[in-house]
């Protein structure tokens, strides 16, 4: 009878330690979830989301390209076009203002200026975007992966690339 209450006494001690370490112990506010520090938050951008997009399309393009799948080159070209006109029209919906998005970049959504200066910039890169990837999707058609590869790269160098280096903050 003296072990069985030792142990109830050990058992109730760890358990009131173990609680009063986890409400107030060690930062352990934050594993909750409480923590004064504000997380980081990726703002949507039409850049940022037609980059994301691109990025997995692209992915599954060089493989493609890679392995001679010339069906899903094609396929990829033709969904990196679509995103493109759909964050066109996202972002920049036609006879409507724009979004909260502009705001959270440092913008003012009532100045027109504001807007159509970076409803042109996106667009030009966009407009780049989606003819090399039409281009890729024609050369595709003659079957041949040096070509098919080439075109692939020119959209990186010539429309993602030349994108980022405008877009990207400088470090």
């Not at 330690?17 to 997380?39: M, R, V, Y």
């Not at 066109?88 to 913008?107: A, N, S």
């Amino acid at each position: 009878m003296k072990k069985i209450n030792q142990i109830c006494i050990v058992v109730f001690i760890i358990t009131i330690i173990a609680t009063g370490l986890t409400t107030h112990g060690w930062q352990c506010s934050e594993a909750f979830g409480d923590s004064s520090k504000t997380p980081f938050v990726q703002k949507s951008t039409p850049t940022s989301s037609l980059m994301r997009i691109i990025n997995s399309h692209t992915a599954k393009m060089l493989e493609a390209i890679m392995v001679g799948d010339f069906n899903t080159v094609i396929k990829k070209s033709n969904d990196i076009s679509k995103a493109g006109n759909a964050i066109m029209r996202m972002f920049f919906p036609e006879g409507k203002q724009v979004d909260q998005w502009f705001t959270e970049i440092g913008k003012d959504p009532d100045n027109p200026e504001a807007i159509k200066l970076m409803k042109d910039d996106f667009e030009k890169y966009s407009n780049a975007v989606i003819e090399a990837s039409g281009n890729i999707a024609e050369i595709a058609k003659n079957k041949n992966i040096a070509e098919t590869y080439e075109s692939f790269e020119a959209m990186l160098k010539n429309a993602c690339f030349a994108c980022h280096e405008v877009s990207r903050a400088k470090k």
